[in-house]
DNA sequence: CAAGATTGAGAGTTCAATCTTC
DNA sequence: GAAGATTGAACTCTCAATCTTG
């Protein structure tokens, strides 16, 4: 169990080194990728709500995120309580740089792995619920 | 390799859980684990080296540690630089109730992997490097 | 009163800079 | 100068409390 923990920090530190090449960290990668996903601004606790995270937390993401100038606040015409993050031109960029390292690092994973322990690895994460 | 890193944050989630219900947090406990591992006082950078981290960490996480009781400062008498934190009686109390945690939690991982994917898993772990 | 967002405090982490001691 | 520890700033995250709006 402790092997497999270590084996996944290693692969999340080989995710932020390649995130961070290009000045992105998994959390901001990850807003940015809903952002583009979606094809709209969503609101905050939208955020919050897909990145499974509290909604405190996307504020002073989106905090951050701003002063990058990666994405921008919005107020909702419909709902006055609620912001919207729309992401800008350079945090479009940006997200599309990072998911090109992610592939990369996806890449490597899939080929480190057989097929036959691909489908063991699968049916293990499946049994751990 | 999303999935994996999926499930090894459930699986974080729920040793935080577990030593959460001694009121121990994952890296109190592996400082104290050391401590109680070595038999004597360790140097806080004997310790930020055991567990991988920087030097300022230590003193931040000793300093939580001793506001619980659980460590003491203790000078170094033969280096006057170096502090070593002493684990107290109530911190190897705690240690043993959280060892106790992991252990269920460790068990019940055993469990949930059939002989097979055992050895895959070891498999794909070494190929991780 | 519910649901939006925010703020403040605290845990954990890193880095850069500093201070003391070797 | 190099190695101890510490401090301050930044990032990520959580919780509790607050404020505004529905």
Redesign the pocket.
């Known amino acids: 169990m402790m092997s497999l923990l270590h084996a996944a920090h290693a692969l999340e530190d080989k995710l932020d080194a390649a995130l961070g090449r290009v000045g992105l960290?998994?959390?901001?990668f990850?807003v940015l990728k809903e952002l583009v996903g979606a094809g709209d601004p969503l609101?905050?606790?939208?955020l919050?709500s897909r990145?499974?995270?509290?909604?405190?937390?996307?504020?002073?993401?989106?905090?951050?995120l701003e002063?990058d100038g990666l994405v921008r606040?919005v107020d909702?015409p419909t709902?006055?309580?609620?912001?919207?993050a729309e992401i800008t031109p350079e945090g479009a960029t940006r997200q599309a740089a990072g998911a090109s390292e992610v592939a990369k690092v996806e890449q490597e994973f899939r080929e480190s792995i057989s097929a036959i322990d691909r489908a063991a690895l699968n049916r293990m994460l499946a049994g751990l619920e």
């Not at 960290?25 to 901001?28: I, N």
């Not at 609101?43 to 939208?46: D, F, K, N």
């Not at 405190?56 to 905090?63: E, G, H, K, P």
């Open positions: 960290s998994a959390p901001k990850s609101s905050l606790s939208e919050a990145l499974a995270c509290v909604r405190s937390n996307m504020t002073q993401l989106v905090d951050r002063a606040r909702c709902d006055r309580r609620s912001v919207k």
